[in-house]
């Protein structure tokens, strides 16, 4: 089974957020792989433990994303490809899709497998729209994939704590959901092997040249607060005092 | 012009959030002066069309084809697709559903569209507001590419209360879109429980519910004993129920469960807008986060900024000593 898995960079978590004109301040962030995207990395890792195959990272990004996809080699992937890509925030998702559909449709994978969503733009679309750029079959918020005769069956996480088993041909793309497997760490030989391994750079303009975006992003602000909080102050020990006078005269549930 | 609002067949009814995209698609309405057209998707729309026709006196249409039973991406696209081509909407709403976040995105592709996804807040513009970074700041998208907007709408974010009912009977059509079983290519089986919920979230008078911000599985008894000194339900958001540390039927948010108590208090929770559409209907919630930026204060009746690992234990005695 041949896997490309793309995945993305994105600001660390909880990193600070400080406005510059349409988007944040990079040189104040730390990046990290998706978290949605390790999940479908460590999905297409197993099926390659089990079946055997070919897992290919595919990122698109400017230099800085080379530490995803070295890590995702660590982890296991194959090789990698690069999309080299600075105008990533002005091109809208249909666009940034045209990349990696043009990228990935030479390859001919077997699966494509993204993060259903990012955690710094979360439009929760890449995926969806790559299948209808490649004319295959997908499915959404996958927790588990078996192989069948001449194709998939994946498990589908619906609304309400219910799911559903879906059953599809290859080649075809899913999106993964969290929590399907557990992350795998790089090993210490697993990082030594990924500066071996085969990272392939394309480039942006000569793959999909931007188009005029459809949907634009055209501010950006801090969130308005829909309740005045009470901050309670003072230490840990005070604060806890404060809250508990709360809790019994106020919201009285003590 | 026209607003093409797609509703959402939920157990042989129109859901709670296809309401409130109703709403919405009726306030974008009242602000550019165009009628709005509801739609709904199946192989036996009658009940949810005349469900809705009780409500809205204006245009209904029934998109039907016995291939649209049971759901399926293909179906779907292919359906509204020709439905948009013969409407020609400038503007077409979606509730924001799993099913929709499955085929929307797909649909508005085919068209040379993006959806605008997850939208909270619609400005004159028209503008529309989302969440970006995790909650933790606001974006405002504008569509500028010829031909129809497509944007889905986040729950909770409008009234279904606010639909303007109006006087008048509803005009009522079908459309029956052309569609091949080859054109089908995933085969969706029968929806199935997970494990059986041993835990009624739900109904929980008073709730703890833990976070990223307990960094280890060891730590939990933290959060356990604070509970247990509460009497409250313990509860968490999904990446604890995503390591593993606490089971799934524990988890509240949008993948989890909804739930409104009179007491939710949130330790080392963020607040990603998936966790806030399953709790903030609670009566009152407090946050225990270190960082003073988390969205989870946006929503927060009492706030405690600070070290869990310092402020949890003290609580836990507090309200200990505060029980005797």
Known sequence: ?254 | MSILLVLEDRDGKIGRISWETFAAAQQLGAALNVPVVAAMIGAQTDSLAAEVAARYPGKVVRVEHTLLNPYTPDGYVAALHQLIEAESPDYVIFPHTYQVRDFAPALATRMGQVLISDVVAIGEGPVFTRQLMQGRLSGTYRHSGNGPCFISIQAGAFRADAINTGLGEASVSTFNPILDPAQIRTKAGEPFRGAAQTVDLGSAQLIVSVGRGIKDAENLPLVQDLAAALGAELAASRPICDNGWLPMERQVGSSGQSVAPRLYLAVGISGAIQHLVGMKGSQCIVAINRDPDAPIFEVADYGIVGDLFEVVPALTEAIKAAKQ
């Open chain 1, 1 to 254: 089974m041949k896997i490309i898995v793309a995945v993305k960079q994105v600001p660390e978590r909880d990193a600070p957020v400080r406005i510059a004109g349409k988007w944040i301040e990079e040189s104040d962030l730390q990046f990290a792989m998706n978290e949605p995207d390790a999940y479908a990395l460590e999905e297409a890792l197993q099926l390659k433990e089990k079946h055997g195959g070919e897992v290919v990272v595919l990122s698109a990004g400017p230099e800085r994303v080379g530490s995803t996809i070295r890590e995702a080699l660590a982890k296991g992937a194959d090789r990698a490809i690069h999309i080299a890509c600075d105008d990533l925030a002005t091109r809208d998702p249909l666009s940034i899709a045209r990349l990696l559909a043009t990228a990935i449709q030479p390859e001919a994978p077997d699966l494509v497998l993204t993060g259903l969503q990012s955690e710094d733009l979360g439009l929760g679309q890449t995926g969806v729209i790559l299948a209808e750029l490649l004319n295959l079959p997908h499915s959404t918020l996958i927790l588990q994939v078996e192989k069948t005769d001449g194709g998939i069956k994946v498990k589908r996480e619906l609304e309400a704590g219910f799911f559903q088993f879906i059953e599809m041909p290859t080649p075809a793309v899913l999106t993964i959901q969290s929590g399907g497997n557990k992350l795998r760490y790089a090993t210490l030989m697993g990082i030594k092997r990924a500066k071996t391994k085969d990272v392939r750079t394309l480039s942006a303009a000569e793959l999909a040249p931007p188009n005029s975006p459809v949907v634009m992003l055209e501010q950006i602000a801090l969130p308005k607060k829909q309740k005045s909080t009470q901050i309670l102050p003072g230490s840990g020990k005070e604060a806890a005092a404060a809250l508990v006078e709360k809790l019994k005269f106020e919201v009285r549930v003590l």
